[in-house]
């Protein structure tokens, strides 16, 4: 096996994991304190005077909420729309709209027509659910919603949240996710013209 590739590849995680960090606004001393990662290490990873290891990568996935891919691949080029890939979490179909790190996150959600059991859950951030086609059903703390095309629905994630399926088709959603602090900008409302 050839290492040469595997080096080059190594010698480009430490400037990428820098632009993923500086792009977020994120200090050393706050990566470090949510990885157990010691600044003086980050930063040898980041200057290439250490090289990357499965110990140190993983918890920077996490921290960035990035696949382990995205750290050590080679950087896309092109339109990133083109590679999107879908997944399916709890039954569900999600294709990710957006790769940008520590930006407000897109994704379309396939929600099956099966009827599901809900099972709120909470978490930090803010969410924006906009219904393409078919009918959401929508629980927001002691709230059922039913929505449908073109409706949509903003929370605070730390409200107990679930949504699905009516039972009676399938869905598409539009899934619009800020983390605490991130929230979308709305521009304002155009003057009425008399």
Same mark, same amino acid.
């Given at each position: 096996?050839?290492?040469?590739? +595997?080096?080059?590849? &190594?010698? &480009?995680?430490?400037?990428?994991?820098? =632009?993923?960090? !500086?792009?977020?606004?994120? !200090?050393?001393?706050?990566?470090?304190?949510?990885?157990? +990662?010691?600044?003086? !290490?980050?930063?040898?990873?980041?200057?290439?005077?250490? =090289?990357?290891?499965?110990?140190? &990568?993983?918890?920077?996935?996490?921290?960035? =909420?990035?696949?382990?891919?995205?750290?050590?691949?080679?950087?896309?080029?092109?339109?990133? %729309?083109? =590679?999107?890939?879908?997944?399916?979490?709890?039954?569900?179909?999600?294709?990710?709209?957006?790769?940008?790190?520590?930006?407000?996150?897109?994704?379309? +959600?396939?929600?099956?027509?099966?009827?599901?059991?809900?099972?709120?859950?909470?978490?930090?951030?803010?969410?924006?659910?906009?219904?393409?086609?078919?009918?959401?059903?929508?629980?927001?703390? @002691?709230?059922?919603?039913?929505?449908?095309?073109?409706?949509?629905?903003?929370? @605070?994630?730390?409200?107990?949240?679930?949504?699905?399926?009516?039972?009676?088709?399938?869905?598409?959603?539009?899934?619009?996710?800020? %983390?605490?602090?991130?929230?979308?900008?709305?521009?304002?409302?155009?003057?009425? %013209?008399?």
């Amino acid at each position: 096996m050839n290492a040469t590739p +595997i080096a080059e590849a &190594l010698d &480009l995680v430490g400037p990428r994991l820098k =632009r993923i960090r !500086t792009q977020r606004g994120v !200090t050393l001393t706050a990566l470090s304190e949510a990885t157990g +990662i010691s600044k003086s !290490t980050l930063s040898r990873l980041e200057n290439g005077q250490r =090289r990357p290891s499965l110990e140190l &990568l993983l918890p920077l996935a996490h921290a960035h =909420r990035l696949p382990l891919d995205d750290l050590v691949g080679a950087p896309e080029e092109g339109d990133p %729309r083109i =590679r999107l890939k879908p997944r399916r979490v709890n039954g569900r179909t999600v294709i990710p709209l957006t790769k940008q790190p520590g930006a407000v996150q897109a994704w379309k +959600i396939v929600i099956p027509a099966t009827q599901s059991n809900p099972q709120p859950r909470t978490h930090d951030g803010y969410e924006w659910l906009y219904v393409l086609t078919g009918q959401m059903r929508l629980v927001l703390g @002691d709230q059922e919603l039913v929505l449908g095309p073109g409706e949509a629905a903003e929370f @605070d994630t730390t409200l107990p949240h679930w949504f699905g399926s009516t039972g009676d088709g399938p869905a598409e959603v539009l899934s619009i996710f800020g %983390r605490p602090g991130e929230r979308m900008h709305v521009r304002a409302e155009a003057e009425d %013209r008399a």
